[in-house]
């Protein structure tokens, strides 16, 4: 497996797309080691006219960091700046962004966190957009009620794919926005995207 990554503007700053590709299929789509360019027009913004939506390039996505971000992917030395094979991934996101697009369909990289993390993460996914739940209640239906309840919040707040995996709509049971990775804006600045009732923080 080679470690590709991409760089995309966002309303939230400039996004880390990591992923994870066949040497095979990155040698094809003619990704470049150690550059900084990147298919991105003055503005920072993704150039995805007629991009098709699709997930390309055979990519997995292991992770997607905002700017400062808690805890967010850096740039390794021995990873691949392949921004062609995260433009249907791209093209997604700025869907969403624009508020055209409402659930995600993009393959994730297997094997990333522990068991009982990717139970937390699965739970996180059915979520539907513009709605919110507790942590409480993600931890009920992970069979992981009461002092559970903690742990459950350990396991979102490692959730490594931010925005696409909307650990956003998951809020205090007094209606407060407690934690996230991204900063209580962003997390704010989703629920209003989305058309959700935005706590107080």
Known sequence: ?????????????????????????????????????????????PDTSGVDMAPSGGVALVSLSLPGQKGGAVVQDGWQQAPGLFAGIAAQLEAYFAGRLTRFDIPYADGVGTEFQRRVWQALDTIPYGETVSYGQIAARVGSSGAGVRAVGTAIGRNPLLVVRPCHRVIGADGALRGYAGGLERKERLLGLEGASVPRR
């Open 1 to 45: 497996m080679t470690t590709v990554y991409a760089k995309v503007g966002s309303p939230l700053g400039e996004l880390l797309l990591v992923g994870e590709t066949s040497a095979g299929t990155a040698e094809t789509e003619g990704v470049e080691a150690g550059t900084g360019a990147d298919s991105t027009d003055s503005s920072g913004t």
